[in-house]
């Protein structure tokens, strides 16, 4: 059960009677403690993410998505005119690109003891990244995109992008939890 946050395990108390006719294997799912090593890692994230949404914004009047910056960074090699459009402000785009990387590699040294660190199959990683990047030019825009900046704005299309993102992530999910697939 939940303990780093008191309220929320009172609320899941009757969740638990609910669950007693689930399977067995969804019985710890549904259970599980949202934020096994506690909400301030997450909550620091969050606020730095929304910090530098802010900066942007109101440095460039862009809204950040990370599909639109690793984009951008195709403009250095590509003459083609879907990526020269973003010329102008390609540099300061290539960092806030570069800033992602580095912000992932910082978490994973400082809570994982190393970068780098999963137990993921390289080829999977492969596939996924290629499906994700499919995903931001069919949605047309990524996660964060519409995630963080088209919700934040109201945007009906991002809200409906953004439900799509979760019931897909979750379905996928819980199905490669029922398949028994392995990292």
Known sequence: ??????????????????????????????????FPHGIERYAVGGLLVGLGVAIIYLGTGISAGASTFLESTLSYVSDQSRFQQYVTSRDWRLVFT?????????????YQGSAWLTDVQPWRLFVGGLLVGIGTRIGKGCTSGHGICG??????????GVVTFLVVAI???????????TP
């Open 151 to 160: 919700v934040g704005s109201a945007s009906r299309t991002s809200i409906v």
């Open 98 to 110: 570069f800033g992602i990387v580095l912000g992932g590699a910082v978490y994973a040294v400082v």
């Open 171 to 181: 379905g996928t999910a819980q199905l490669v939890m029922a398949l028994g697939v």
């Open 1 to 34: 059960m939940v303990t780093t946050i008191g309220s929320l395990s009172t609320a899941i108390a009757p969740l638990a009677t609910a669950t007693a006719s689930l399977p067995t294997e969804l019985v710890p799912l549904v259970l599980a403690d949202p």
